[in-house]
């Protein structure tokens, strides 16, 4: 689904709860970064990057709160405080929230965002999931913190995957099915995770990033797994990608619970 200035939203609708993630649509920075860059150190400038946020703050009505990203598997549960832009940012790679007007917020220009939701908005969390994070469990500690926060088992979450990379574009080496437990040449009879890689010869395989956050949530117990069809780097006018371009914006994936 699409909403304003074609940036996605998730097709699920859940009382009290808002989600998007942003495009490159809808700011206004320029070149490489145009035009709705929110990452602050990525080289763009700062000015403009402000006026971005901005822009994404008043469209989804709530306070963002962002991360210090760092590829790993940290959940942080924040509040009304930590919006507060003279907050240092907290170092983590997921996060969650029981209180209105917080959007919990990740950034991501291949990797993937990956949204939660608890009935009737009790909780709700994002998490960047990047094939290190996603490798080391980020996923699976999301899901536990949003249940655990909103009293609720992981089979009543709703998840949404947005855009990163696709399975067409996400080339890797040998590190990476190690790190999902695939030794090279093994079957999805030996190794689960096997299924999400196809070889691409001379030691390379192309790596499925959203199937495979897609079976750890499922595994994790999250019934309802929405999204993931969208490929950042085969879609270069609509969205940022690190892998495809190197010097790029940062897309924000955010969700949030409406004040009441």
Sequence with gaps: ???????????????????????RAGGVSSGPYASMNVGVAVGDDAATVAENRRRFAARIGARPVFLRQVHGAR??????????PDRPLHEADAVF????????????????????AAPDGRAVGAAHAGWRGLAAGVLEAAVAAVSDAARCQPSELSAWLG?????????VGAD??????????SSADVAP?????????????????????????????????????????????????????????????????ARG
């Design 1 to 23: 689904m699409t909403g304003d200035a074609g940036w996605l939203a998730p097709e699920w609708r859940i009382a009290g709860v808002g989600a998007l993630m942003t495009t």
């Design 75 to 84: 959940v942080v549960r924040v509040e009304a405080i930590d919006a507060d």
């Design 97 to 116: 929230t029981t209180a209105a007007g917080v959007a919990c917020t990740v950034q991501a220009a291949d990797c993937l965002p990956v949204l939660l």
């Design 163 to 171: 855009a990163c990379i696709g399975p067409g574009a996400f080339e």
């Design 176 to 185: 990476v099915l190690l790190a999902f437990a695939v030794p090279p040449g």
């Design 193 to 257: 995770a096997a299924r999400r890689f196809r070889p691409q010869g001379a030691g390379k395989w192309l790596g499925d990033l959203a199937g495979l956050a897609r079976d750890r949530l499922l595994a994790a117990g999250v019934q309802r797994v929405d999204g993931g069809g969208w490929c950042t780097v085969g879609d270069p006018a609509r969205f940022f990608s690190y892998r495809r371009d190197g010097t790029t914006g940062r897309m924000a994936a955010a969700i949030w619970i």
